[in-house]
Structure formats: structure tokens, C-alpha cells
């Protein structure tokens, strides 16, 4: 018999033990500033909790005054219309307030030049 042990933490977040959230590093250029990058949230909470000053208004995608770059890494995102063209996208362009890191990522404010 194979049991599975779920806290009531764990059940409060819609989480299982296999869910844990993995913690990525990202970076925010061109300062190099870090920040931990937690997997189940968006960028840009992780920026702010590490203490980063990111810009932002609406926090769904919408409004577009948090986008950046995307550098380097990988992101999903929690929505499927991130308020970006799919040009934008292949460009690198990212929305931090509806981005959750797949990987260790290196962000810059704006559009890429």
C-alpha cells in the first residue's frame, strides 16, 4: 500500500509534497542585482521580495508597464494571453507579473533594443 502524506499547509496552497517549488536565481541587468526565483510565483513578486524596485501596475498582464527582457533562462506563463505578440515573445520580451521561472533567468527593464 503506498501512502501519501499531505500537510494542511500544503492542502491551504493546492499543493502536493511533489509540488514543492523549486527556487531559481535570477539576476536583473544591467546593475546584476539577484534575486531569488521561486517557481510557483511570479517574477515579479520574487523581485520585489528580494528587495529589487521593478515597475508595475496592473499585476495581469495587461497593462504592460513591467516588461522586460528576457536575457537569458526560461519562463511559462499562468495565463494564455500574456499581453504579448508572438513577435514580442520570439524577441524576448517578458511580463514579469504573469511569468513564473522554469529556470535561473537574467532579466532587463524595457523592451530589447
Known amino acids: ?7 494542511f499547509k500544503n492542502i491551504i496552497h493546492g499543493m502536493t509534497p511533489d509540488d514543492t517549488p523549486q527556487i531559481f536565481i535570477g539576476h536583473c541587468e544591467p546593475d546584476g542585482q539577484q534575486f531569488d526565483a521561486w517557481s510557483n510565483q511570479a517574477l515579479l513578486l520574487s523581485i520585489e521580495q528580494g528587495g529589487l524596485d521593478w515597475p508595475n501596475s496592473c499585476r495581469n498582464g495587461t497593462c504592460r508597464t513591467c516588461i522586460g527582457h528576457l536575457i537569458a533562462g526560461e519562463v511559462r506563463y499562468a495565463i494564455e494571453w500574456p499581453g504579448l505578440s508572438t513577435e514580442e515573445l520570439q524577441a524576448g520580451c517578458v511580463l514579469p507579473c ?14 530589447p533594443q
Do not use: F, Q
Open 98 to 111: 504573469v511569468a513564473y521561472p522554469m529556470s535561473d533567468v537574467e532579466l532587463e527593464r524595457g523592451e
Open 1 to 7: 500500500m503506498h501512502v501519501k502524506v499531505i500537510s
